[in-house]
């Protein structure tokens, strides 16, 4: 059974910083795209970025471009989400995706979601 564990949430001052990790298990593959999703209450679930299985390819949603990084390490079944210049609009429950292939997007696995609060 495919398993997604987020980590790194919390409170951040805008203007900081914060990293967001998933750790995937459970498949025996290199999930095709693996990403991050964020969703605040009453409004649809949006990507914020994903990866394809070699790192070669990502998409960001336009609204992060410049301040979020995605990586991951396929050795570690693990994905990065490298958040700057935090936002408070970027406050959302951020959501772990993952994706037998790189056009499911979302894919079928989700994270639980980890909180991330942008406030002074």
């Known amino acids: 059974q495919v398993q997604l564990v987020e980590s790194g949430g919390g409170l951040v001052q805008p203007g900081g910083s914060l990293g967001l990790s998933c750790a995937a298990s459970g498949f025996s593959f290199n999930m095709g795209s693996m990403g991050w999703y964020r969703q605040v209450p009453g409004k649809q679930r949006e990507l914020v970025a994903r990866?394809?299985?070699?790192?070669?390819?990502?998409i960001y949603a336009d609204s992060v471009k410049g301040r979020f990084t995605i990586s991951r390490d396929n050795a570690k079944n693990t994905v990065h989400l490298q958040m700057s210049s935090l936002k408070p609009e970027d406050t959302a429950v951020y959501y772990c995706?993952?994706?037998?292939?790189?056009?499911?997007?979302?894919?079928?696995?989700w994270g639980q979601g980890t909180q991330v609060t942008v406030s002074s």
């Open positions: 995706n993952a994706g037998r292939f790189w056009g499911d997007s979302p894919g079928a696995y």
């Open positions: 990866v394809n299985r070699i790192g070669s390819n990502t």
